[in-house]
């Protein structure tokens, strides 16, 4: 199901998470989302989109600002097989932006309208419409970064020294999510001690290296299920899980349901 929230936004006391891929357009003002410790100024007239798993909340908006905003279930976006140009930023914890366009305000208020009622006999076909124009959109996204400067596989400027080692282990797992990683692997890639990778880690984006190492390893196994007739172990291996039992575990903790109900719900 998709969500939609349009208006002013409001500060949180404290961040929350949810498996979505959230795209956000920002009308007018400015407003600041913190995700762990790394703080991102979204500007007027900015598209964005960001995966909602990693803890984040709003911090900060002016007078003026107003946001439209809709949450898509990871299961969609995967579903897509969308271009790495996407996904790698994305599920590395990044925030994607680009300048809105005329299309943009229209869009948000069509599907704001289009998913207003639920109990309308149409409604699933309004849905299923806006989740393409969505796909749409994102690929566009990806088009517009690809004709951009190329981008370095460098973690961004960060807030601080810690942060920017936090961001590197982030990209590390990113790269070599497949592979029997272990803290110790993680931590010398940021050339630093593991038990301050683990408090650098968490400080930073609110959640453990294993969580977020655990994580990244689901996401891929539901694009695996989402677009794939693999079978659920070798689904299960070529997402790093050294065996099915941890995999299915990890799997249930994480999206509620096992891993061929999740294939199934899906077709």
Not at 114 to 125: H, K, Y
Not at 220 to 238: G, K, P, R
Request: with cysteine; charged share 20%.
């Amino acid at each position: 199901m998709l969500c939609f929230h349009e208006g002013p936004p409001r500060a949180m006391s404290e961040a929350h998470r949810h498996n979505n891929i959230e795209l956000m357009l920002v009308v007018c003002g400015t407003v600041t989302i913190e995700f762990g410790s790394i703080a991102h100024d979204f500007p007027e007239r900015t598209f964005c989109a960001f995966w909602a798993a990693l803890p984040h909340r709003i911090t900060h908006s002016t007078a003026e600002t107003f946001v439209f905003s809709v949450t898509l279930p990871l299961a969609y976006f995967l579903k897509w097989n969308p271009p790495a140009l996407l996904t790698k930023p994305l599920l590395n914890g990044q925030p994607l932006c680009a300048p809105s366009n005329a299309m943009d305000e229209m869009n948000m208020r069509r599907w704001r309208a289009d998913l207003s009622d639920s109990q309308q006999p149409i409604f699933a076909e309004q849905e299923h419409i806006v989740r393409l124009e969505i796909e749409a959109r994102l690929r566009r996204m990806a088009l517009s970064l690809a004709s951009a400067a190329p981008s370095s596989d460098e973690p961004r400027a960060a807030s601080s020294l810690g942060a920017g080692k936090a961001e590197r282990m982030a990209h590390f797992i990113t790269a070599n999510f497949a592979d029997p990683l272990r803290v110790e692997q993680i931590a010398r890639s940021a050339h630093v001690h593991p038990t301050y990778a683990m408090h650098i880690f968490r400080k930073t984006y609110g959640i453990s290296l294993i969580d977020f190492l655990t994580q990244r390893r689901i996401a891929h196994a539901q694009m695996l299920l989402a677009t794939t007739d693999t079978n659920i172990a070798d689904v299960a291996l070529a997402s790093g899980f050294n065996t099915t039992s941890r995999f299915y575990t990890a799997f249930q903790n994480t999206c509620g349901k096992s891993p061929r109900t999740y294939r199934e719900s899906l077709r």
